[in-house]
């Protein structure tokens, strides 16, 4: 992942949901905390960005997965939104829980990074966890530190699989996929929702060469109304599948998908509540990476630096699949699925010129 200054400044955090981190060997920094956490409950502090818990995504599921911990380590945790996207407020949020001596402190969203570098630093004794982003120097470089897990997603696979079954839905004009367009709406174009959106490209172009994506960005992860707008010019474009990656935002988009009588695909969490027309949704198990990163310190195996989450470890993949979806497709897909995990199909985390 590229990571420069500039692209902090656009952005605001989102599609989010918590993580969890992978037991590895015991660094010297877990190891030198391990005997003090043994003989008290951990504290964890969650700073969530601007979408909050409402995101019923990224935000939500960090926060589930706190609760997951809660009944199984006996943790205590709190946790605060973020009202603004700055530096400034993401560190302040970061360093309060950091100051009051909590044992772990998780960062929700990439736009974190210069923050949660300076808070680290600032307070090497302290345990944190950064979803979908590592610390970056004030030159915007990264600087991994032996206190902060990385949680990284490959949500170009979770992309890949429901863009498949959006492809084969297509080529074989299933229900109201009958116009070999389908549509994806990011929220902002940085490198989390575009992975999502590249591995959706390649996977419904695996299927079938000739479908057509059109792709728009709400340049919001809350703003419900300008991407139920923008999910209702897809569909006059004759886009008969909508993928949201748009945290709270997406959940206009796919309204749209409903009011039009076409199908929608839900990202992070399985958002099949939504009703009957969602077809899957492409999920990214934040809650996961939350669990088992408190588990990490817990049992005294944190790592820091870049810890993956993918479809081989159960973190990504896609939800429950609507009825409208034949078994051989599922067939054909489940396939696909298993070349991912064994390595054999990796897909791509760049999206198509066209």
């Known amino acids: 992942m590229h990571r420069q200054l500039t692209r902090r400044v656009a952005v605001a955090a989102a599609c989010l949901l918590p993580l969890a981190a992978m037991s590895v060997p015991t660094h010297s920094f877990a190891a030198q905390r391990a005997g003090a956490l043994t003989h008290k409950a951990l504290r964890v502090g969650i700073v969530l960005d601007v979408g909050g818990l409402d995101d019923k995504g990224f935000n939500h599921m960090a926060y589930l997965g706190a609760q997951a911990a809660q009944t199984k380590y006996g943790i205590t945790f709190k946790y605060v939104q973020t009202t603004t996207s700055s530096d400034a407020l993401y560190y302040a949020n970061l360093a309060t829980f950091a100051r009051q001596g909590y044992d772990l402190v998780f960062g929700i969203g990439f736009l974190m990074e210069p923050s949660m570098y300076k808070v680290a630093k600032a307070y090497p004794k302290v345990h944190f966890g950064l979803v979908d982003g590592a610390p970056t120097d004030a030159k915007g470089n990264v600087a991994n530190l032996p206190n902060v897990a990385n949680l990284f997603f490959r949500e170009q696979e979770s992309g890949y699989l429901v863009g498949y079954m959006a492809g084969l839905m297509e080529k074989n004009k299933v ?14 174009s940085i490198p989390p929702v575009n992975r999502y959106i590249a591995g959706y490209y390649q996977g419904a172009r695996a299927a079938d060469p000739t479908v057509k994506i059109v792709l728009g960005y709400s340049n919001s992860f809350t703003d419900q109304k300008i991407s139920l707008n923008l999910g209702s010019h897809q569909v006059s474009k004759n886009a008969d599948i909508l993928f949201a990656v748009a945290g709270a935002a997406g959940l206009g988009y796919l309204k749209a998908a409903q009011q039009n009588n076409v199908y929608g695909i839900g990202v992070d969490s399985d958002q099949a509540y939504l009703g009957s027309y969602m077809m899957t949704s492409a999920v990214k198990k934040v809650d996961q990476a939350v669990l088992e990163t ?5 049992n005294g195996t944190f790592k820091g630096g870049d810890n993956s989450f993918n479809l081989s470890n159960g973190a990504t993949g896609y939800g429950t699949v609507g009825k409208m979806v034949p078994a051989n497709i599922l067939t054909q897909v489940a396939a696909q699925a298993k070349l991912i995990a064994s390595g054999k199909l990796v897909p791509t985390t760049v999206i198509p010129k066209s």
């Open 175 to 188: 229900g109201a996929a009958k116009h070999n367009v389908i549509g994806a709406m990011g929220g902002l």
């Open 294 to 298: 408190i588990g990490a310190v817990a």
